[in-house]
């Protein structure tokens, strides 16, 4: 069994109230296909990217109808104390760790900056198995939040991250590593978000051509946000599905630009 870094994106679902409409929205857009669902744990559907496991839709459970948005799993040794964790560090746990059969353990939490997101204890279910780079995979994830100060004290407080801090007078951008590796950023939420949009984990997902994963998306009724746009990393586009949920999209084969130059704040 591969066993992840603790902190490591591991995997990523939404709760869709239309989750055929879901299907085949991110099946056009993204390429993926769809395995059956589980009725023994709430109708959850693994989507699929060249036959590997990529995410999961599943429908929200009663009580929990609303917006949908994705949410990303972080990898765990321990659920249990990864959950006293994020409560030492002035983060909510809003549902305790569960485990899900042999396939892991999981529980849900937010950071003081208001974003939620998940903790993975891995069993026969490791996480992603495709490669970021291939299209359909999960590739990256920022989280945005208006309170950064509170987001930057908590992560590396629950996580073993080091920080990064981007020397840009225009943007408030930091990346969080893992013995070296990138793993996660944190963008702060400026005054062009809408007041309403709450803090959020932005994932991306990898498409061989942004201009045409956006054209594919708008067509569907997504909603383009931003972008396209080229960055050292890729060109991307952030984007709203039909239901609500915000993800971006990137070619990472399309770069341009320098690498930003960045600053030691661990």
């Known amino acids: 069994m591969?066993?992840?870094?603790?902190?490591?994106?591991?995997?990523?679902?939404?709760?869709?109230?239309?989750?055929?409409?879901?299907?085949?929205?991110?099946?056009?857009?993204?390429?993926?296909?769809?395995?059956?669902?589980?009725?023994?744990?709430?109708?959850?559907?693994?989507?699929?990217a060249n036959g590997k496991a990529v995410a999961a839709v599943v429908p929200p459970m009663p009580g929990q109808e609303g917006q949908s948005q994705w949410c990303l799993y972080f990898a765990s040794p321990d659920a249990a104390v990864t959950a006293g964790k994020i409560r030492e560090n002035g983060g909510e746990v809003l549902m305790e760790p569960m485990r899900v059969g042999d396939f892991g353990t999981m529980c849900l939490g937010r950071e003081p900056g208001g974003a939620v997101f998940g903790v993975w204890q891995a069993g026969v279910h490791e996480g992603?198995?495709?490669?970021?780079?291939?299209?359909?995979?999960?590739?990256?994830?920022?989280?945005?939040?208006?309170?950064?100060?509170?987001?930057?004290?908590?992560?590396?407080?629950?996580?073993?991250?080091?920080?990064?801090?981007?020397?840009?007078?225009a943007v408030d951008f930091r990346l969080f590593e893992i013995d070296g590796d990138m793993v996660l950023g944190r963008m702060k939420m400026t005054e062009e978000f809408p007041p309403e949009m709450p803090s959020y984990v932005n994932v991306y997902?990898?498409?061989?051509?942004?201009?045409?994963?956006?054209?594919?998306?708008?067509?569907?009724g997504g909603?383009?946000?931003?972008?396209?746009?080229?960055?050292?990393?890729?060109?991307?586009?952030?984007?709203?599905?039909?239901?609500?949920?915000?993800?971006?999209?990137?070619d990472v084969t399309t770069t341009a630009g320098d690498m930003p130059q960045t600053t030691d704040v661990s």
């Open 2 to 48: 591969v066993v992840r870094p603790e902190g490591t994106p591991c995997w990523a679902d939404a709760m869709f109230s239309d989750v055929e409409g879901a299907k085949t929205f991110y099946g056009e857009v993204l390429g993926w296909t769809f395995g059956d669902a589980s009725s023994e744990y709430g109708n959850y559907t693994q989507a699929y």
């Open 128 to 169: 992603f198995e495709a490669p970021p780079e291939q299209p359909g995979a999960y590739c990256w994830a920022e989280f945005f939040t208006r309170e950064p100060e509170k987001t930057d004290a908590f992560l590396p407080a629950v996580f073993p991250y080091t920080a990064k801090q981007l020397q840009d007078d």
């Open 205 to 220: 997902f990898t498409v061989d051509n942004c201009d045409d994963a956006v054209a594919r998306a708008t067509k569907l």
């Open 223 to 250: 909603v383009l946000r931003f972008g396209p746009m080229d960055t050292p990393f890729g060109r991307f586009a952030a984007i709203s599905d039909p239901q609500g949920a915000s993800f971006s999209v990137i």
